[in-house]
């Protein structure tokens, strides 16, 4: 499944106004730096789709999501389950998604590169939908999303800066305007580069790619270059949990949380039991149905909420509710990701009081003139981002940017995200291990 398609009702069926009459979805590819992680490295093209559900009255709601195939293939289905539900009919929409992808025997389509696995179908397939209708739904009303969603608690949003080792250019390219970034000078310069650019305070670094001494020594030389930024470390479950408890304890005067230091409830409950530094998941608790055994062997402080896998915004405040309950705290997770996406994030960030954390964005790491939303909406000053105030998402589409990045879709040829095929491309001796520390 590569080309864009569109499912729309027959032109003879008249539907009451506020149904789903068609629903167009766009895949497309917009150029990422070689970042690396412990699966690998980011491909020079990074995947999503564009989602336009159209009501009968013609009010245009969009969503953004995953763009590898077999998501796209589910996305396809759901679609068509969704034509001639009322975009405010949250329940009825829900069912019907979940009903059509339920069992479909469709392999993979969780578009993080193996990083992130366990969660629902049915939510991530959800998702864009949900945030259309509310889009819509903002739309036919004349507010926010954010309104929608229980009203802002904060006109902007703190994000944090991602830092992320990586390489001075994709192989064989020229170096990009971020260079290299492999030893903690090149990350502290990579940091007042994204601080000058954006103005964040806090700071996390996407970890697991060096052994686990050179990146202490990164979060060392970060809190001596940044004293006053809280400091964040993901190494994506690559360290056992001795490890964990080693670099927990160089850290535990320097950092505001450990994120997925080793895989699975119960590793990260034993780590959690040595430390009296908070950990953070979004790795482990990545579904409502983890929940209950996370929090029987104590395995997590803080979930990084994400509404592209837990169902889109709604369900998103759903799991705010567990977490205020839980007395975790409440983070938001990201991965490359367009305007739509980074929207949607500011309003549910906006909407969701038990937010304790400045939320992780991508946004950096995309080149200016590639998006799909209409320039203007979305500006950072001091590491935050205002609330849009227009009606709905408050984003505007850009037909000509989007028909671009689908075009570079087409000719790309990428159609998974494989950070750990590329890696093996480049360094044949590369190998996939969880944890490899
Ligand atoms: O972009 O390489 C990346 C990240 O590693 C991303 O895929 C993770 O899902 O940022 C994410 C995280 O916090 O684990
Ligand atoms: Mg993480």
């Known amino acids: 499944m590569s080309e864009e398609f569109l499912l729309s009702v027959p032109a003879s069926t008249r539907l009451p106004e506020k149904a789903v009459r068609s629903v167009r979805i ?8 070689p970042l690396l992680n412990t699966v690998g490295v980011h491909e020079p093209l990074a ?13 245009l709601g969009l969503g953004e999501t995953y763009g590898d195939s077999a998501h796209l293939h589910r996305l396809r289905i759901a679609a068509d389950a969704v034509l001639g539900c009322d ?24 578009g993080m590169s193996g990083m992130v696995t366990g969660t629902s179908t049915g939510d991530r397939v959800l998702s864009p939908f949900d945030v259309a209708a509310l889009d819509i739904r903002g739309k036919l009303l004349g507010v926010p999303v954010s309104e929608l969603l229980g009203g802002r608690v904060r006109d902007a949003v703190p994000f944090s800066g991602y830092l992320f080792y990586k390489w001075a250019g994709h192989p064989g390219a020229a170096s990009d305007e971020w260079g290299e970034a492999l030893t903690p000078d090149g990350i502290v310069s990579q940091a007042r580069r994204i601080v000058d650019g954006y103005g ?41 949990v001795e490890t964990s408890l080693r670099v927990a304890d160089a850290l535990k005067d320097v950092l505001e949380y450990l994120e997925d230091p080793t895989p699975g409830l119960e590793g990260m409950a034993e780590v959690r039991r040595g430390t009296d530094l908070p950990l953070a998941t979004n790795m482990c608790v990545v579904a409502f149905s983890h929940i209950a055994d996370a929090v029987r062997l104590g395995s997590i402080d803080i979930v990084l909420s994400d509404h592209h896998f837990w169902g889109g915004l709604e369900r998103s405040r759903l799991l705010a509710g567990f977490a205020e309950t839980l007395g975790w705290g409440l983070s938001m997770h990201s991965n490359s990701h367009l305007g739509i ?30 998006d799909i939303v209409a320039p203007g909406a979305l500006t950072f000053a001091n590491g935050s981002l205002a609330v849009p105030t227009g009606a709905g998402l408050g984003v505007e589409l850009d037909p000509e940017a989007l028909a671009r990045l689908h075009r570079q879709y087409l000719d790309g040829g990428i159609r998974e995200r494989d950070d750990t095929g590329y890696m093996q491309r480049v360094d044949a001796g590369f190998v996939l291990e969880s944890p490899r520390w």
């Open 87 to 110: 975009v405010f009919a949250t329940n009825d929409l829900r069912a019907r998604v979940e009903r059509s992808v339920a069992g479909d025997g469709i392999r993979g389509g969780h």
């Open 200 to 240: 964040f305070t806090a700071l996390k670094l996407k970890a697991g790619v060096l052994p686990p001494d050179e990146e202490i020594a990164a979060i060392l030389a970060l809190r001596e270059a940044f004293p006053e930024h809280p400091l964040r470390i993901d190494p994506n479950g690559a360290w056992t």
């Open 26 to 33: 766009t895949p497309v590819a917009f150029q990422d730096p």
């Open 47 to 59: 995947l999503r789709a564009i989602v336009q559900v159209t009501t009968e009255s013609g009010v």
């Open 341 to 370: 996406s980074l929207a949607a994030m500011t309003h549910l960030a906006a909407a969701t009081p038990g937010l304790g954390y400045a939320c992780d964005t991508h946004w950096p790491w995309k080149r200016d003139d590639e």
